[in-house]
């Protein structure tokens, strides 16, 4: 059971500029855990994306880019390109469940 | 070059068992935590237990605690999970992970095997 809410689906243009949203709560990203983002597409292994909140690894384009505030963190890809389709998920830890916990998933759309 | 690969996935009855594996390649494998995600079928990912570099401390969802089982042996640079009395909740996708050192987060992944709990 998923303890951070993602939207669903986002879609925009080639170009455009998306942004995803996670919301947690005080026992996990309002704890001053880390948010962390992971690209994923079906079949494949999940790739990470954003770690620390705002850091991205190496080969990751700076196209995505994260945020936190508070009890919520938001990942952002602007530019937007067909190769960014893909299910996108956040990540933290959760002191009340003493376990990882992610996000609902949000679907990424081209259009 | 990072590799995890998983194996031992397949369809099992309800209330059977099935050992998963994960070959660990390209880094140092004692140094660094292991867990296992797991997605269900439409559904998103889900962590479900970890593990600490010597294999001392291990964690668990709790819907799997009591149930499965996570290890490692370090010489064989191998992560397991023994899953014991599944359930058809239990039927995903299994993916092995490797923990960021000093930060819970996972770096690289595996491409997952499948479970598949069914009659």
């Known amino acids: 059971q998923s303890v951070l809410t993602q939207p669903p689906s986002v879609s925009g243009a080639p170009g455009q500029r998306v942004t995803i949203s996670c919301t947690g709560s005080s026992s996990n990203i309002g704890a001053s855990y880390d948010v962390h983002w992971y690209q994923h597409l079906p079949g494949t292994a999940p790739k990470l994306l954003i770690y620390?909140?705002?850091n991205r690894p190496s080969g990751v384009p700076d196209r995505f880019s994260g945020s936190k505030s508070g009890t919520s963190a938001s990942l952002a890809i602007s530019g937007l390109q067909a190769e960014d389709e893909a299910d996108y998920y956040c990540?933290?830890?959760?002191?009340?469940?003493?376990?990882?916990?992610f996000g609902t998933g949000t679907k990424v759309t081209v259009l | 070059e990072v590799q995890l690969v998983e194996s031992g996935g397949g369809l099992v009855q309800p209330g059977g068992s099935l050992r998963l594996s994960c070959a660990a390649s390209g880094f140092t494998f004692s140094s660094y935590g292991m867990s296992w995600v797991r997605q269900a079928p439409g559904k998103g990912l889900e962590w479900v237990s970890s593990?600490?570099?010597?294999?001392?401390?291990?964690y668990y969802v709790d819907s799997v605690k009591g149930r499965f089982t996570i290890s490692r042996d370090n010489s064989k640079n191998t992560l397991y999970l023994q899953m014991n009395s599944l359930r058809a909740e239990d039927t995903a996708v299994y993916y092995c992970?490797?923990?960021?050192?000093?930060?819970?987060?996972?770096?690289?992944w595996g491409q997952g095997t499948l479970v598949s709990v069914s009659s």
């Open positions: 620390g909140n705002t």
């Open positions: 992970a490797k923990k960021y050192r000093g930060s819970y987060l996972f770096d690289y």
């Open positions: 990540q933290s830890y959760d002191s009340s469940l003493s376990g990882y916990v």
């Open positions: 593990i600490t570099t010597s294999g001392g401390d291990t």
